[in-house]
């Protein structure tokens, strides 16, 4: 993983702030389309007049779809694509900054998602053992002890349930992120598909039954929301299944429901 929002941002956003002299990057997925298009385009002035009347119009027809891509990639590139100011120095295994990090990477993440630059991510807070302090919600224990109290320990739950909140109201900012930036019919989160979940059910016992999910977006339209399922003696490999299948993958099998 990357931990520094700084390597983030370079990594991502570095081609795409180049001079516009500077020659097409294939690893551009904006440039190596516009590339594409010209070569066809190219292709078709020197196949047209070899083609009957009737191919002419085929042909024809199928510019004109490589035309409207054409401008949709170029008005998409301003408003959808504009690479976000380089996140500042932070320490991203510093408790005083981790709020600041976790923006820097949600902002990251949704223009990266938006310019077509990744199809799949992942964000996981601290480590598994996460013995990081979150001061800014009051809770000064370390996250791994607090999760191995057990159920009478009441101010140990109430300082992970402020956690949680914490995490829910990041994820709430990440989802508005996605849902503020239009494309196609809709927008981004609505052809996104994002996953929120745990390790383990419970932090004391390890315990990994009735663990539970969050599913947002209907990653354009595979998948119905609004919905709370619950299931009997089902492994969460079988959620992970769905999953492929939502991103268009016919697996048939994925994990091994006893690890």
Known sequence: PTNDPKQVSRRLFAPATEPPSAPIDPSDPLDARHSVLDTVREQFALLRPQLSQEDRSKLDAHLELVRDLERRLAAGRPD????????????PGSELDMPRVSRAHLDL???????????????????????????????????????????????????????????????????????????????????TLVLWGNEVCQGNTHSLDNIPYLLVGDAGGALRSGRYLQYDDA?????????????GIEAETFGHPDH
């Open 80 to 91: 959808r694509c504009v690479p976000p100011a380089e996140p500042p120095s932070l320490e």
């Open 235 to 247: 492994s969460n490999c079988d959620l992970l299944l769905s999953v492929l299948h939502a991103l």
């Open 109 to 191: 993440l949704a223009v990266a998602f938006a310019c077509d630059l990744t199809r799949v991510a992942s964000l996981q807070y601290s480590t598994g053992f996460n013995r990081i302090r979150y001061p800014w919600v009051d809770s000064l224990g370390e996250g791994h002890s607090l999760s191995h109290s057990g159920p009478s320990n009441t101010a140990a739950w109430e300082e992970l349930t402020r956690r949680a909140i914490w995490h829910a109201e990041e994820l709430a900012y990440f989802l508005d992120r996605l849902a503020a930036i239009p494309e196609g019919d809709g927008s981004v989160l609505d052809n």
